[in-house]
């Protein structure tokens, strides 16, 4: 690819830490879920409600964990 590393998960940060619009089909699958706690804890409203169409979405967990990887990372190259 020709994009810089640091460029490739701008657009996930950003929306995970700003948040979306939840597209109907996620609040509908989301309605459906909830099987083990983690997954119960990601679709679930810090309200306690189920995430509905339209509601903003955040996710600042995972854009602190992606915006590490956003540096350029140190290449090894194999000795000569």
Known sequence: G???WSSLFDDA???AADGFAVPRRLA???AGQGKTADVT????KP???RWQAGDLMKN???AATIRPASPTPSVK???S
């Open 2 to 4: 020709k994009k810089p």
């Open 13 to 15: 940060a950003t929306l």
């Open 28 to 30: 509908s699958y989301a």
């Open 41 to 44: 804890a990601y679709f679930t």
């Open 47 to 49: 309200d306690g409600g």
């Open 60 to 62: 600042p967990a995972y």
């Open 77 to 79: 190259t194999a000795p």
